[in-house]
């Protein structure tokens, strides 16, 4: 059986679901580095993916964000 990289499974993983953020990614493949996974993808593959940015108040009351990656299929 050939052993997949991040990239790949990352890739695989927006293709099922549409999206992926830091906290599903570190969940599923271990990967801590998903922006530059995602620059991967955009500039060495070409794929649109787009950014969005998510507030959330953390445990301290704090705003803070995260960012959603969405991947944006080619309509043929």
Same mark, same amino acid.
């Given at each position: 059986?050939?052993?997949?990289?991040?990239?790949?499974?990352?890739?695989?993983?927006?293709?099922?679901?549409?999206? $992926? *953020?830091?906290?599903? /990614?570190?969940?599923? =493949?271990? /990967?801590?580095?998903?922006? /530059? +996974? +995602? =620059?991967?993808?955009?500039?060495?593959?070409?794929?649109? $993916?787009?950014?969005?940015?998510?507030? =959330?108040? &953390?445990?301290?009351?704090?705003?803070?964000? =995260?960012? &959603? @990656?969405? @991947?944006?299929?080619?309509? *043929?």
């Amino acid at each position: 059986m050939m052993k997949m990289n991040k990239t790949k499974k990352v890739l695989l993983y927006l293709e099922e679901k549409g999206q $992926i *953020n830091s906290w599903e /990614a570190i969940k599923e =493949f271990g /990967a801590t580095r998903l922006s /530059a +996974i +995602i =620059f991967n993808l955009r500039h060495k593959y070409n794929l649109n $993916i787009r950014s969005q940015r998510r507030q =959330f108040i &953390d445990r301290y009351g704090d705003k803070s964000y =995260f960012v &959603d @990656y969405i @991947y944006e299929r080619e309509e *043929n």
